[in-house]
């Protein structure tokens, strides 16, 4: 009897020690400088399990690839809003359908397709959302900041943390001394849990250390009218309730896998991480040296180098985040030619298994 008991006792210590093992910092965080390549699926229906105290398996292999988000993190620093949003950290830039970070975007457009920036806060806290500002579109060349920050990921965080988060953002438009003025209130309120850890798989690869961190938000979205300083109406446009699930390791800076779920658990989408690349580099050089012409009427011709031992693929997409075409290319078999419609695209060269170069395609009528 006694012997089952010492069993037993060691069982749950080496459980708990698995869980206090896995603990997400600072420097785990989204970092300057680098491009983190998003595999998005729309269709698979992974499990969520329960939350446990002990270690579990995920094997989400079968995720598919339906298109790329591509966030390229850089510092605030290199924009010209330092000043005007003093507590960012680091910042992204793009449609935000297609560069947003793992948040999502701003509301730079209906569909999310306008230029703009989100501006984001790396500290010992966490990951916090600072604020935005469009530049194209109803919303353009407005800085909005977040009257209360709203938290991504908190840190230092292991297994049964819990952090709660309220946030909140204002933008106001039609401003006219004769008419009635709107004014658009995002609300967001947050349980952010620690609630499994253990291994995963994804078509990426094996992350053998990973924390689960189970996102639960209440969104709304409200309109109010003031006219002279006295309000009018106020009207409730949206409100929603998500579960989303984020699968952390010590080693990616980035989440290696999202599960966005509605508010009954049933999965809407997956996002896993794909790769990443270094950002900073001359766009106009590497594109001179590998892809031409571009613009182009229509036919782009890829010239890789040839001394490489591993395949290359060549991802594009569309500026929605649909990957129309993907080439993969055999070592030795370094050229070849695409033929796109008119419009805009992004392209990503893998190496291997290491993104050796993300740039934008023009093609012309």
Known sequence: MKKNILVFMSCCVLSFSMAQAITFDEVDLPEAGYTY??????????IITAPSASAQNWDYSSLLLHYLKVPTYDSTNNTPYQA??????????????????FHGGAPVGTQGM????MF?????????IVGFRADEGDYANKNVLLLEQELLIGVPVTYNDVYNNT????LEFNLNASNADTLYVNNVEKVLTADAFGSLITPAGTFPDVLRIHEYVITSDSAYAEFMSTPVYALEIKRDTLNNYLFLDNNTHYPVCT?????????????????????GVDDKEMEMSFVYPNPSAGIVNFTLPSDQPASYQIIISDLSGRCVQHIRLNPGNSVCQVNLTAGMYVYTIVNGTKITENGKLIITD
């Open 37 to 46: 390549v998003v595999a998005a699926d729309t269709t698979t229906s992974v």
């Open 84 to 101: 005007d949003f003093a507590a960012s950290t680091h910042y992204t830039y793009g449609p935000a359908a297609f560069y947003s970070g």
């Open 114 to 117: 306008n230029n703009g920036y």
């Open 120 to 128: 984001w806060r790396r500290d010992d806290t966490g990951f916090w």
């Open 167 to 170: 946030a909140r953002w204002e």
């Open 259 to 279: 599960i966005h779920a509605d508010k009954n658990n049933d999965v809407v989408f997956v996002e896993y991480y794909h790769a990443y690349s270094m950002a």
